[in-house]
């Protein structure tokens, strides 16, 4: 079908509804909507007249729903109702209007009245036989373009339903909404609203009592415009759409089971419990694409007219060819929901509605910016294809691909949880690396400073037990003072084991520790000063072997002798006070090595603690997510 017939179609829907009336108006919570369908040269545009004060505008027509069903004869046009789809755009006003659909009255649609004639004998007998209801209408809590929903009570099994009856104005479209009743109620599934029971009211009206669905509609919770709805989607986020998408999917393939095509799925048309229920509702246009002994809609065969909403209506619904209806029709509208998950808008807009027929009708496909992941965009090009051969052959491959996508994608988190726990993880190894290489930093320097103490106690006992040693083998020439001397020096000097064994100099143990220029030159001072007494007490105790007594007494006490005596410990103090204030800083920058270290420590520990429990929580919300889903 080219665009030339397709303008004829929608020539003749407009040309039909003008016979019916050239200006319809509906008003809804204070706003006066028209809609005006007589330029057969830009078919259809929808004004909207506010109040006095405010001006006419032009709106995007894209968010329309169209419903054009062939039920009654040829010369008696009808006109069915359906809410409009508010505009997604935060912009837009949202206003709901009766969306007026018309019989396409031309010379092959009398083939479709005798099915349609068919189907609604069948709706007939059921009207016929419907009884009076067991139960009652409470408080209205939801308004349709054909019916109104109120609270309800079934008196004989004292419970809460919901009650759908049609408005006082749609009284006449009695059949449909029996048929509409009669398709739900077939599809006996978890995520499809249950259908209790067909009654009549005490002014005999025909009482659709439901089961009661609590809860958001999926596109408040996607555009919320409430308050409570801004909470309640916070807690919505891509991934969580994207699985309500695929609870949907099983309500759709059980559909397709059973020969349904819904033929409007769209956000609007699916409800979200409080407890994540999800219920796919509106079977107002679905079509059996199987062949039945007792209709409860019409076949495809039988479709000659568009219908669907316009923002996201496959191809093959924009022309009215019911024979090229199926599974695959379902599958592109779950393509276009997908692309507003992503993108937070239908894929189809434009500026008049007749735009956005054409350019479903082309197969143009909506533009996708960086913000599509790459596996969704695909998904979608793929599932709404032109073509119906092209797309996914059911909703369960589509299904598939999606659900791929999300295992993908846990993968990928998993991945990169567990890269974040690794990181941390060695940066907290390092840390508590660095601070055992700290405190044994600190360690050394505390060794060092205890050594420094022996040191210099060391080498004034040595001084002086040296230098007595050599006065009294002066005084009294006893050899055995000599031979104790000789014991002295060789022990300092490590030729002989201390009282605690050890051989090495505390000195020479201490220069392997490592030192400061300085450091060490003041150790070095000090052994020069030692060994000059050495020196000295050396010669004085040969001076007595060779009978020069004086001499070796004069060396004993001169001035040099005594200088040098007073000297020796001098360097050894400065060099403890160096090491003293050096382990000093080192107990400070310990102390605050220790704090950032600390610190640092205690913040990987909460983050991890952090992602774990955000982990937790997040496996907890999908786990009782799906628990909820497989419990309904």
């Known amino acids: 079908m080219d665009e030339h017939k397709l303008r004829q179609i929608w020539e003749k829907v407009a040309s039909a509804q003008q016979l019916q009336q050239n200006r319809t108006s509906v008003t809804y919570e204070s706003i006066n909507t028209t809609r005006t369908m007589g330029d057969p040269n830009n078919l259809p545009i929808l004004h909207l007249g506010y109040q006095e004060t405010q001006p006419v505008q032009t709106i995007d027509a894209h968010d329309t729903t169209v419903a054009l069903r062939n039920e009654t004869l040829p010369n008696s046009i009808r006109i069915d109702g359906h809410d409009r789809e508010p505009d997604v755009s935060p912009h837009a006003p949202t206003v709901n209007y009766a969306n007026k659909v018309t019989q396409d009255v031309t010379q092959d649609a009398s083939e479709t009245m005798n099915f349609v004639a068919e189907t609604s004998k069948y709706v007939r007998e059921v009207r016929d036989n419907v009884t009076t209801a067991n139960y009652h209408c409470n408080e209205e809590i939801g308004k349709g373009g054909m019916g109104i929903v109120f609270r309800g009570f079934q008196n004989n099994l004292q419970r809460e339903i919901a009650i759908k009856k049609l408005r006082p104005e749609k009284i006449n479209q009695e059949k449909k909404f029996i048929g509409e009743a009669l398709v739900t109620a077939f599809l006996e599934h978890p995520n499809i609203v249950p259908v209790h029971d067909l009654g009549r009211g005490t002014e005999n009206?025909?009482?659709?009592?439901?089961?009661?669905?609590?809860?958001?509609?999926?596109?408040?919770?996607?555009?919320?415009?409430?308050?409570?709805?801004?909470?309640?989607?916070?807690?919505?986020?891509?991934?969580?759409?994207?699985?309500?998408?695929?609870?949907?999917?099983?309500?759709?393939?059980?559909?397709?089971?059973?020969?349904?095509?819904?033929?409007?799925?769209?956000?609007?048309?699916?409800?979200?419990?409080?407890f994540g229920e999800v219920q796919v509702m509106d079977w107002g246009l679905a079509v059996n694409i199987k062949e039945h002994k007792e209709s409860r809609t019409i076949h495809r065969s039988e479709v000659a007219a568009p219908m669907g909403t316009p923002c996201y209506i496959a191809p093959e619904?924009?022309?009215?060819?019911?024979?090229?209806?199926?599974?695959?029709?379902?599958?592109?509208?779950?393509?276009?929901?997908?692309?507003?998950?992503?993108?937070?808008?239908?894929?189809?807009?434009?500026?008049?509605?007749?735009?956005?027929l054409v350019s479903s009708y082309k197969g143009n496909m909506p533009e996708f910016d960086n913000a599509f992941p790459r596996e969704l965009r695909n998904i979608c090009l793929k599932a709404m294809a032109r073509e119906p051969q092209d797309r996914y052959p059911s909703v369960k491959e589509f299904q598939k691909a999606v659900n791929k996508y999300l295992r993908n994608r846990e993968s990928l988190k998993f991945l990169f949880l567990s890269?974040?726990?690794?990181?941390?993880?060695?940066?907290?190894?390092?840390?508590?690396?660095?601070?055992?290489?700290?405190?044994?930093?600190?360690?050394?320097?505390?060794?060092?400073?205890?050594?420094?103490?022996?040191?210099?106690?060391?080498?004034?006992?040595?001084?002086?037990?040296?230098?007595?040693?050599?006065?009294?083998?002066?005084?009294?020439?006893?050899?055995?003072?000599?031979?104790?001397?000789?014991?002295?020096?060789?022990?300092?000097?490590?030729?002989?084991?201390?009282?605690?064994?050890?051989?090495?100099?505390?000195?020479?143990?201490?220069?392997?520790?490592?030192?400061?220029?300085?450091?060490?030159?003041?150790?070095?001072?000090?052994?020069?000063?030692?060994?000059?007494?050495?020196?000295?007490?050396?010669k004085a105790m040969q001076a007595v072997e060779d009978g020069q007594q004086q001499r070796a007494i004069r060396l004993m006490f001169d001035e040099k002798y005594q200088q040098n005596k007073q000297t020796i410990t001098r360097p050894i103090d400065e060099f403890f006070v160096m090491i003293d204030n050096r382990t000093m800083l080192a107990v400070e920058a310990y102390i605050w090595r220790s704090f950032i270290c600390l610190s640092l420590v205690t913040l990987i520990i909460s983050i991890l603690v952090v992602v774990s429990v955000m982990s937790y929580v997040n496996i907890y919300r999908k786990v009782k997510f799906h628990t909820t889903l497989a419990s309904e």
Request: net charge neutral.
């Open 205 to 274: 009206e025909i009482l659709l009592a439901m089961k009661m669905v609590g809860g958001t509609s999926w596109k408040e919770l996607l555009h919320p415009t409430q308050k409570d709805s801004v909470q309640k989607a916070q807690n919505f986020d891509r991934d969580t759409h994207l699985r309500i998408l695929l609870v949907v999917c099983n309500a759709i393939a059980f559909a397709h089971s059973k020969g349904i095509v819904h033929n409007d799925i769209k956000p609007e048309n699916v409800m979200i419990g409080e």
């Open 317 to 356: 619904l924009v022309g009215g060819e019911g024979d090229k209806i199926g599974e695959w029709t379902d599958v592109y509208l779950l393509g276009a929901v997908l692309y507003e998950i992503i993108a937070g808008k239908p894929p189809h807009r434009g500026d008049t509605m007749w735009e956005v």
């Open 419 to 538: 890269s974040i726990y690794i990181v941390l993880l060695l940066i907290l190894g390092s840390l508590v690396v660095y601070m055992f290489d700290v405190q044994k930093d600190l360690n050394n320097k505390q060794k060092i400073r205890y050594l420094s103490h022996l040191t210099a106690q060391e080498l004034r006992q040595s001084s002086d037990d040296l230098t007595r040693t050599a006065r009294s083998y002066v005084a009294t020439g006893d050899k055995k003072y000599k031979k104790m001397y000789r014991e002295i020096l060789d022990i300092r000097n490590g030729k002989k084991p201390r009282a605690d064994g050890r051989t090495i100099p505390l000195r020479n143990i201490m220069k392997e520790l490592g030192f400061t220029t300085e450091e060490f030159a003041k150790l070095k001072e000090s052994e020069d000063y030692s060994n000059d007494l050495v020196a000295t007490e050396v």
